[in-house]
């Protein structure tokens, strides 16, 4: 089987990924890694994988956590997808590369019922982490035309890890209270 992502953690760090995501299997790590999944904003199921094992989530997740318990940095190879994966089967790679700097903003606040562009488009970005800081309201995200009917769920307490260079804009639906979000991005 061959892996469609892999993974270089520091020591002891977590990365998180997005989903959907429901099966997962170690190829090949140095270590146990430890896994937690996340669906609709909530902390579902945590396992830790050794290379060669594999986890079937009971439903579909739209993050999953990553952690390195060893005090030292290591690679992994794993295949993520949203359906079982037989040994014989071959995803497509993707390398995950961190970026060499990280920025920090200010946590933005998104007033309620409106949308704002949180981050402008940045060539040099790598990943934009993104946390809805707020406890009971979901916000939509995307690009220029998120509203409250379009763009993906950034539901409360979650953080979003998105690999793409573009605008990111965030609407919040809610009518009567703004939500606060934090921002850090990794760039070249």
Do not use: C
Request: charged share 20%; proline share 4%; glycine share 8%.
């Amino acid at each position: 089987m061959k892996p469609n992502k892999i993974v270089r953690f520091e020591a002891n760090e977590t990365i998180q990924l997005p989903g959907p995501i429901r099966f997962i299997k170690i190829i090949s790590a140095t270590g146990s890694v430890g896994i937690k999944g996340y669906s609709k904003g909530r902390f579902t199921e945590q396992t830790v994988l050794v290379q060669g094992r594999s986890i079937e989530f009971n439903e579909l997740q739209d993050a999953v956590d990553f952690t390195n318990g060893l005090s030292t940095a290591h690679t992994i190879e794993i295949v993520m997808a949203v359906g079982r994966v037989d040994d014989d089967s071959v995803a497509g790679e993707v390398n995950v590369i961190k970026g060499k700097n990280l920025q920090t903003t200010p946590d933005n606040n998104i007033a309620f019922n409106s949308q704002e562009l949180i981050l402008p488009a940045n060539d040099a970005r790598r990943f934009a982490h993104i946390t809805n800081l707020d406890s009971a309201i979901a916000l939509r995200w995307g690009d220029v035309n998120t509203a409250a009917n379009r763009g993906a769920m950034l539901w409360p307490g979650m953080t979003l890890v998105v690999e793409n260079d573009a605008a990111i804009y965030v609407f919040n639906p809610d009518l009567a209270s703004g939500v606060d979000v934090a921002i850090t991005e990794e760039l070249d």
